[in-house]
């Protein structure tokens, strides 16, 4: 179920902006911030973050600032974590670091928010660095996830944060080694190494799993590791459709490893993105707005080749997959192959 607020928020960015409220108004919800009631002063917090785009609302970014550090209310920090980063966005002002400290709040919630909050902007200040890397040190699973990705987003090039994320590859919890693996990705662009790791994952399943632990926690990691699969395919897709010729040189390379398999998994890959597919939609204001014609509707298409199947088809693709049946040592493998040329053979030109 879509709250009212969510919708009304929505609407109100499809439609237009607010008008300026009235200088009374302002002046309450002003003061309002600084309520004795959590209710007060949540209703103030929502109603600065409806007014985000005016100029106005500049005025109250220092009391947010410290709201977000000192407010005892968990939901009402949440909002003004929200309404903090969203002015700010909006205002095209730099990320503030109480926006950036508060991945570091007591209250997960209140942690979620705020990374969601850091995700709107395009580069966070030098400052926010120190703040971000001593939540490598956290004994909170989740923080060190988080902050392991904020890393390899926002300071990729810097050189203490490429020392943090190598060490939490070896980190002795499967959802750490993973968020790192990411991070490192996103530092280096290197596909086919990250894209190996994920083969790996999915071909040899168990292998990634922490030794040496109590079966509670391998049977975490498991399930885990079914998610990490799944989002790996997503993500199969979309560089199948965005990153055609880097998604294509990979799994080039990745079909001549030594490793059989890795050649297993390669190959899967090539099968499975050979047909275009689009990153299924799972947006709950959909059926909401379907019937108000904001949604046109869809049209099926035929099956149609990939981009990357393109590419790869330049590169002589098919006649590769034939000397892989003919020749792979592994019959797995020589199946596979001719599987993933019957499959792209079926496809339309």
């Keep these: 179920m879509v709250s009212l607020f969510v919708l009304f ?30 209710e007060e002063r949540l209703k103030a917090v929502i109603f600065w973050n409806q007014y985000a785009d ?16 000192h407010e005892n209310d968990a939901k009402v920090r949440q909002f003004t974590v929200e309404s903090l980063g969203m002015i700010s966005f909006k205002q095209k002002l730099p990320c503030p670091t109480e926006l950036i400290e508060a991945i570091h709040d007591r209250e997960e919630f209140v942690r979620y928010q705020a990374h969601a909050s850091l ?7 030098d400052a926010g660095f120190p703040i971000i890397a001593k939540g490598i040190q956290s004994k909170d699973l ?6 392991l990705y904020l890393l390899g987003r926002y300071y990729p090039r810097n050189a ?10 070896k980190y002795p919890h499967l959802e750490v080694r993973h968020s790192a693996r990411y991070a490192e990705f996103r530092m280096t662009d290197d596909l086919t190494v990250y894209l190996k790791y994920l083969v ?15 079966e509670e926690q391998r049977t975490k990691e498991r399930q885990s590791r079914n998610l990490f699969n799944i989002g790996s395919a997503i993500s199969l897709i979309k560089w199948s459709n965005d990153s055609p010729e880097k ?30 597919r689009e990153v299924p939609r799972n947006n709950p204001l959909d059926e909401l707005l379907k019937p108000m014609e904001l949604i046109s509707p869809e049209k099926k298409k035929g099956p149609e080749k990939s981009a990357v199947l393109r590419y790869l088809e330049e590169k002589n693709i098919i006649e590769k997959l034939d000397i892989i049946a003919r020749t792979d040592r ?11 040329i019957r499959t792209i053979q079926q496809l339309p030109n």
């Design 330 to 340: 592994e019959e797995e493998i020589r199946e596979l192959a001719k599987k993933a």
């Design 119 to 125: 995700l709107m902007f395009p580069e966070l200040p």
């Design 160 to 169: 203490q944060s490429k020392t943090l994320v190598a060490e939490a590859k």
């Design 247 to 276: 998604l294509g040189k990979a799994l080039l390379r990745l079909i001549d490893d030594a490793d059989s398999n890795i050649r297993l998994g390669a190959v899967r890959n090539i099968e499975l993105t050979a047909q275009k």
């Design 200 to 214: 790996q994952m999915r071909e040899q399943p168990e292998t990634v799993l922490t030794s040496g632990v109590s």
């Design 142 to 147: 989740g923080i060190i996830c988080d902050c």
């Design 9 to 38: 928020s929505f609407c109100n960015n499809l439609c237009g902006q607010l008008s300026e409220p009235a200088a009374s108004e302002i002046q309450k919800m002003q003061q309002q911030l600084h309520s004795d009631t959590a």
């Design 54 to 69: 005016l100029k106005t609302v500049r005025q109250v970014l220092p009391m947010l600032r410290k709201m977000v550090q």
